[in-house]
């Protein structure tokens, strides 16, 4: 299990057990990790490479098959990076928790300093190439990807009455530690005139070290109530 992966399972640690859909399941390691904590969890997938439990097979770019909240959690562990509509996913899984429910996702952090830096070399982010070699004897073997920001979960989630509660990280990148003291002046200098809230509250949120420095993030979202 990657290190991100596992700091997932940990983060589940500080949440009461509950059903989680696991959306993007693979081979089933972090279900089983959470089942072995006292949680029930559907696994969905395009494909049952591990599935040991419960399991639903599934395409996450069509709607999802389940009744609107049936579910405490909803888990999307690496899997938003290769899923073409990021609105419709979001509705899907806001739609998906009882209200007071949360949604956790984890997903590269594109936003890093060292990736922003990559970006302005390069055009696009690391590991998101528009195309790769995997192997030197097949020549270019061409990669779809389509990678998320913190910026773009915060706008979705306020569309879909999903508030941002926790964002964490599996460890700190060193070369983004580096520039992160200037990243972070650029985005504190922009609070000496904001009077807004909500925008000075996010603003702090984008200036954190976890959203500048992490490698990978852990992001829960917690869904609004009807009233």
């Not at 089983?32 to 599934?58: M, P, W």
């Not at 956790?104 to 952090?109: D, E």
């Amino acid at each position: 299990m990657k290190r991100h992966q596992a700091d997932t399972i940990r983060f589940f640690d500080r949440l009461r057990p509950g059903r989680v859909l696991d959306a993007g399941s693979g081979t089933d390691e972090l279900a089983t990790k959470l089942r072995a904590k006292g949680f029930e969890v559907f696994s969905l997938d395009l494909y049952s490479i591990g599935a040991r439990g419960r399991f639903v097979k599934a395409d996450l770019n069509q709607p999802l098959p389940f009744t609107p909240a049936s579910f405490d959690y909803v888990l999307c562990s690496e899997s938003m990076q290769y899923l073409e509509n990021h609105a419709s996913l979001m509705r899907e899984f806001a739609a998906a928790v009882k209200p007071g429910g949360s949604v956790v996702i984890s997903t590269p952090n594109i936003l890093n300093g060292a990736s922003r830096l990559y970006f302005l070399q390069r055009g696009y982010f690391p590991f998101f190439k528009p195309v790769r070699t995997v192997d030197g004897a097949k020549g270019w073997d061409a990669v779809v990807y389509h990678p998320i920001s913190l910026v773009d979960i915060i706008a979705l989630g306020i569309k879909n009455r999903l508030a941002i509660k926790e964002v964490a990280t599996s460890h700190m990148k060193g070369a983004a530690l580096i520039i992160y003291p200037f990243l972070k002046g650029l985005y504190l200098a922009g609070l000496i005139f904001e009077k807004d809230r909500a925008k000075a509250a996010y603003i702090k949120l984008l200036a954190s070290k976890e959203a500048l420095a992490g490698d990978h993030l852990i992001i829960r979202l917690e869904r609004g109530t009807d009233d």
